[in-house]
């Protein structure tokens, strides 16, 4: 298969983990017989910098001449500390999804068996746990009318949805569920919000066209609680923009890391892959970011296009590097010389060498990544 990828690095430690997907998809396309061709540009505050823009025209028009993007992070303390800023990074991430009509945001959430103790949570609680999360991502009130008063003291977000934009990605969330455990789960606030009793009525009507599914709902509140009660209890979650947000983000302390969050933003004709974890700019250029989320972001991209089996060996590399504890040290603080690059190196070379079981672990210490 032959793809044009969009690499859009971004800030922080954006570039660093991107580098190693970047790295891990080009050991794919040497064992698979692929052609992927990468072209980069900017956005967010390195954007800025640029070009006085987060999302330059040029960056946009390769997005669209592109079959797949790939997104590192974006973000930087100068403009996240400064609410006045007219001018922000995240507005380039915001018009990229509007722009490119990216309407769900898919993040899967697995507790590794060798990462249970790692967790904040008890091994028990996590154990199993294997939960896709379906986040409608162009609506809501991210994207609602924005009023400040003339004197600066009232504020107004507007949370808004239509019918088209709750159903589309229903049925996307519906037919996971069908590849999966046959359960939907919608996470809402329809006690309260009349946006939220319009997802109600729409998703229960779509409901009927999938029989084998089942469909339960949760208040956004109860449901944030239940995440660390009885994350088990889960198989698809379907809820809105800022809902799916913070979910997504609280499960992430499922795996004991947001460095191991990968995800997935689609729509009919485009579709983007980027980690959820942010810039993180106290670790940028230090090489101690954790890339497994954006090269579990690449492993999706390899899924979106049906390369399945292609996809399954990333996330076996990705596997075999935590139970061998070559990984960062926001999960490994007892090797704490393994390195952004050198995890890439690895599951890199478990690619070239996929037979090979048995890791010299002292040659990735000495940085020779060497399979034996």
């Known amino acids: 298969m032959k793809l044009q990828i969009a690499v859009l690095p971004g800030d922080g430690i954006g570039p660093e983990v991107t580098n190693q997907a970047i790295k891990v998809l080009k050991a794919i396309a040497s064992e698979f017989d692929h052609t992927f061709k990468f072209k980069t540009a900017d956005v967010g505050a390195v954007a800025i910098d640029n070009h006085n823009n987060p999302l330059p025209d040029a960056t946009l028009k390769l997005c669209k001449s592109s079959d797949a993007i790939l997104f590192g992070a974006i973000g930087h303390p100068k403009y996240d500390n400064d609410p006045s800023a007219k001018v922000r990074p995240e507005q380039g991430l915001l018009k990229l999804r509007k722009e490119l009509e990216l309407f769900a945001n898919i993040r899967p959430v697995k507790a590794y068996e060798s990462l249970l103790d790692k967790s904040p949570l008890k091994r028990h609680i996590i154990k199993g746990v294997d939960i896709s999360i379906y986040r409608e991502l162009t609506g809501g009130i991210y994207f609602g009318k924005k009023e400040l008063s003339e004197d600066g003291n009232v504020a107004s977000d507007l949370c808004e949805y239509s019918r088209e934009e ?153 596997e075999k590097s935590l139970k061998l504890h070559i990984s960062t040290p926001d999960i490994n603080s007892k090797y704490d010389n393994v390195s952004t690059s050198k995890v890439g190196d690895f599951i890199e070379d478990f690619i070239n060498n996929p037979g090979d079981t048995n890791m010299n672990f002292t040659n990735i210490h000495l940085g020779q990544s060497t399979i034996i």
């Open 166 to 318: 709750i159903e589309r990605v229903a049925h996307l969330a519906f037919e996971a569920a069908q590849s999966r455990n046959n359960k939907v789960t919608l996470v809402d606030k329809a006690n309260v919000l009349e946006t939220s009793r319009l997802w109600r009525r729409v998703v229960t009507e779509i409901a009927k066209q999938y029989g084998d599914v089942e469909l339960d709902f949760l208040f956004v509140d109860n449901a944030a609680m239940q995440m660390i009660l009885n994350p088990k209890q889960f198989d698809v979650i379907l809820t809105e923009n800022m809902f799916g947000d913070i979910i997504s983000d609280e499960a992430s302390v499922i795996g004991g890391s947001i460095g191991l969050l990968a995800s997935a933003s689609v729509g009919k004709k485009y579709a983007m892959f980027e980690p959820v974890h942010g810039s993180f700019p106290q670790a940028t250029n230090k090489n101690i970011a954790n890339p497994v989320a954006s090269i579990l972001s690449a492993a999706m991209l390899l899924e979106h296009f049906e390369l399945f089996s292609e996809a399954q060996l990333v996330k076996l590399a990705v």
